[in-house]
C-alpha cells in the first residue's frame, strides 16, 4: 500500500504545482465577493469542478436561478461524457471505489489516468484523492489571504483554462496516440466554424462523443 500511495504522490506532483496556485485564486475570487471562507472549502469538497466553480461565484452573485445553474453546468461538464466514455474500462471492476473515482475526474485527473498503464484501483483513487486535497487545500489558503489583505482579482478567472491548455499540449507531446487529439481539434473547429463561438460546445461535444463511440466499438469487436 505505500509503495502505491508513494507512486500516486509522486505522479500527482505536477497537478499539486497547479492546484495549489488555482485554488489560491478561486478562494481569493470568493471571499473578494464578499462570501466567507466555509464557502470555499463547501466548493472545493461537493462541486469539485474546476472552471465550473469559477463561474459558480458569478451564478451566486447575480442571483440565477437552479434551472440556470443546472443548464449551465451541463454545458460547461458536457466534456465529462467524452471522459466518462473512455474511462469504462478503467473503472469497470474499482468497486467502492467507483462512485468517488467518478465524481472526482477532473480534467487534470483524468490526464494522469489515462497516461498510466494499470488499472489498480488503489492507485486511481488515490491519484484523484490527492488532487482534490491540492485543491481544497490551495483554496483555503487562497480564502485565507483574500479575507486579510485586498487584492485585485482581475484575470484569475482565466487561470483553469492556462492549466487545462498546457496539461493539453503536455499530453499531445508525449503520446503516440494523437487521433483522439485530432478528432477533439477538428471536431471543434468544424463546430465553431458552422455554430459560432457561442453555440459550438454542445455540438463539438456530442460529435467528439460519437467518434469516440464509434471508435470504442470497433476496438471492442476487434478484441472479441
Not at 19 to 44: D, R
Not at 65 to 89: C, E, F, K, P, Q
Not at 106 to 119: A, R
Request: charged share 10%.
Amino acid at each position: 500500500m505505500k509503495k502505491i500511495i508513494k507512486s500516486a504522490f509522486i505522479a500527482t506532483i505536477p497537478v499539486f504545482m497547479g492546484y495549489i496556485v488555482l485554488g489560491m485564486a478561486f478562494g481569493m475570487l470568493v471571499v473578494s465577493q464578499g462570501y466567507p471562507i466555509y464557502y470555499t472549502l463547501l466548493m472545493s469538497l461537493f462541486i469539485y469542478a474546476g472552471s465550473m466553480q469559477f463561474i459558480t461565484i458569478n451564478l451566486l452573485t447575480s442571483g440565477a436561478s437552479l434551472i440556470s445553474a443546472a443548464l449551465m453546468t451541463l454545458l460547461i461538464n458536457a466534456r465529462h461524457l467524452v471522459y466518462g466514455l473512455s474511462m469504462l474500462d478503467r473503472f469497470k471492476d474499482t468497486g467502492k471505489y467507483k462512485p468517488y473515482l467518478i465524481f472526482s475526474l477532473t480534467d487534470e485527473t483524468y490526464s494522469l489516468l489515462v497516461g498510466q498503464d494499470t488499472n489498480d484501483k488503489r492507485y486511481l483513487f488515490f491519484v484523484s484523492l490527492f488532487d482534490q486535497c491540492y485543491w481544497v487545500i490551495g483554496s483555503l489558503i487562497g480564502s485565507t489571504i483574500g479575507s486579510l489583505i485586498t487584492i485585485n482579482t482581475t484575470g484569475l478567472d482565466f487561470a483553469m483554462t492556462a492549466l487545462f491548455v498546457v496539461i493539453v499540449v503536455d499530453q499531445f507531446l508525449n503520446t503516440d496516440k494523437y487521433i483522439y487529439s485530432y478528432i477533439g481539434f477538428i471536431m471543434s473547429i468544424i463546430c465553431l466554424i458552422v455554430f459560432g463561438s457561442t453555440s459550438f460546445i454542445v455540438p463539438s461535444m456530442i460529435g467528439i462523443l460519437g467518434l469516440l463511440f464509434i471508435m470504442y466499438k470497433k476496438e471492442k469487436s476487434h478484441e472479441s
